[in-house]
């Protein structure tokens, strides 16, 4: 069985460090780094939208989108914040969301 991987990274997105890729397909999946409140220059910005702008970008840069995502973990820096979390990722994905798993940064 042989094994394919490619490394995927767009200008859309906030630039990734030297040590990693925004994403890496592998035998048909992608996998996406986690992806913070920053804009294209690396600044962060505010608002709650950001992080699920720049991973739609890093998404279709390899040719997909946030309709196939299966998985995502959120973290999130205060509780405070669920609930706005919870009605951005309502804006975004469509009928079928996906999976979700998270934890609080402390």
């Known amino acids: 069985m042989s ?8 200008t859309e997105a906030p630039p990734p460090r030297p040590f990693y890729n925004q994403a890496v397909v592998a035998n048909g999946f992608l996998f996406c780094s ?4 920053k804009d294209s220059t690396g ?3 505010s608002g709650t939208n950001q ?13 997909s989108s946030l309709e196939k995502m299966v998985g995502v973990n959120v973290f999130l820096a205060d509780m405070e914040d669920f609930e706005k ?11 079928i969301k996906p999976l979700r798993c998270g934890q609080m940064n402390s």
Request: with cysteine; net charge negative; aromatic share 10%.
């Open 3 to 10: 094994f394919s991987h490619e490394a995927v990274n767009t």
């Open 34 to 37: 986690d992806q913070l409140p």
């Open 43 to 45: 600044r962060i910005v």
């Open 51 to 63: 992080c699920i702008k720049n991973l739609k970008a890093v998404l279709e840069s390899a040719v």
């Open 85 to 95: 979390m919870n009605e951005t990722y309502l804006q975004w994905f469509g009928e």
